[in-house]
């Protein structure tokens, strides 16, 4: 009797360990996801705000150069990039008041090229860097 009640304490304790052992796991795969997720766009919306300024440069220095052009069209593939990661945090981090941040900030990195002058390229800049601050601060209380 007392050999059958070991080995019962022993698969239970067993079945348990491994229970528990893949609860946690679980939950920190999922948290490790929703990290990337919001990790891959502010690192999208990063690259997003620097090809838009590169944009307004190369326009401002000769609107029908080369240069121009290519600045033009990796502006518009970054910004691909960034809807793309919009889709990862969809996926990851459902959260209405989150993807709502995440569009308002895409909006705001993707019209820096329109600045009319130098002081206006540096207040658009500025504007999408705080947005991207508030976005990181929200996606990582929420990524928990």
């Known amino acids: ?3 059958v009640l070991t080995s019962l304490v022993a698969v ?14 679980r939950r920190h795969t999922v948290r490790s996801d929703r990290q990337a997720a919001a990790l891959a766009f ?9 090809s838009q300024q590169e944009w307004y ?17 990796e502006g518009h593939r970054l910004r691909g990039v960034a809807r793309q990661a919009i889709n990862g945090l969809t996926f ?31 207040q658009r800049t ?3 860097r705080q947005t991207l601050r508030t976005f990181i601060q929200t996606a990582a209380v929420k990524a928990r």
Not at 12 to 25: K, R, S, V
Not at 42 to 50: G, M, Q
Not at 57 to 73: C, L
């Open 12 to 25: 239970i304790g067993t079945l348990l360990g491994a229970a528990l052992g893949y609860l946690f796991q």
């Open 126 to 128: 500025d504007q999408a």
């Open 42 to 50: 502010s690192n999208a919306i990063t690259d997003v705000i620097r």
């Open 92 to 122: 990851h981090l459902p959260d209405p008041d989150l993807l709502r941040q995440a569009d308002e900030l895409l909006h705001a990195s993707s019209s820096i090229h329109k600045a009319t002058d130098p002081d206006d390229l540096a």
């Open 57 to 73: 440069h190369r326009k401002s220095e000769n609107p029908q150069g080369t240069e121009y052009r290519s600045a033009r069209f």
């Open 1 to 3: 009797m007392t050999q």
